[in-house]
């Protein structure tokens, strides 16, 4: 099984800042990799898929970047509702596994 | 619009069983890979299983945690996904959500049905 490692756990920003979330793999997962916001009480909702690409109606300010083991989510700069926790998830094999999440929290 | 709908959660036994069904709208779910995806209260995401359309085999695939006690099944004229627990363990409590591939993978969830395994 893939591991997903993710960091910071923590990661404290102040709105209009930007933040840089990582997330690492065990092993390749060449681009089959996303990212997801969740906010307490609610579901995931994908942001990123393939490594960079924006799911539908998701704001211009989130982008994924990376291949092969190494990601990064940057938020440009940060709004209000973005303070969530954060999850990646490689579907490169199965079981499709997800790093642990990294909380944003507001500075 | 999309829609996933989980059903079936609630109080059971360790050692009990439990099916949970997800009722999709909005898209063509026989044409879709879905999957079933659990929370642990405070934790992290974990998966739990797949199945795959019945075009590209209905096959489906467990993570670790589930393999021989959870069973994955499809009913597309119903538009219903399942989950079939058994042997339940108070490690399995936790929110379970379905998750379909749309357009791209995991693209829609459902807003989950909470699971709780307890004496």
Same mark, same amino acid.
């Given at each position: ?6 960091? @910071? ?17 065990? %092993? ?61 998830? %490689?579907?490169? /094999? ?14 | ?12 036994? @360790? ?25 642990? @209260? ?36 119903? /538009? ?25 993978? /995991?693209? /829609?969830?459902? %807003? ?8």
């Amino acid at each position: 099984e893939i591991v997903m490692t993710q960091s @910071p756990a923590t990661l404290s920003v102040s709105p209009g800042e930007r933040a840089a979330l990582s997330c690492r793999a065990s %092993q390749s997962v060449s681009s089959s990799l996303a990212w997801y916001q969740q906010k307490p009480g609610q579901a995931p909702r994908l942001l990123i898929y393939d490594a960079s690409t924006r799911a539908t109606g998701i704001p211009v300010r989130f982008s994924g970047s990376g291949s092969g083991t190494e990601f990064t989510l940057t938020i440009s700069s940060l709004q209000s509702e973005d303070f969530a926790v954060y999850y990646c998830q %490689q579907y490169d /094999n199965w079981p499709r596994t997800f790093g642990q999440g990294t909380k944003l929290e507001i500075k | 619009e999309v829609q996933l709908v989980e059903s079936g959660g609630g109080l059971v036994k @360790p050692g009990g069983s439990l099916r949970l069904s997800c009722a999709a709208s909005g898209f063509t779910f026989s044409k879709a890979w879905m999957s079933w995806v659990r929370q642990a @209260p405070g934790k992290g995401l974990q998966w739990v299983g797949r199945i795959k359309t019945k075009t590209d085999g209905g096959t489906t695939d467990y993570a670790a945690p589930g393999k021989g006690r959870f069973t994955i099944s499809r009913d597309d004229s119903k /538009n219903t996904l399942y989950l079939q627990m058994n042997s339940l363990k108070t490690e399995d409590t936790g929110v379970y959500y379905c998750s379909a591939d749309v357009s791209t993978v /995991n693209d /829609n969830w459902g %807003q989950g049905t909470l699971v709780t395994v307890s004496s």
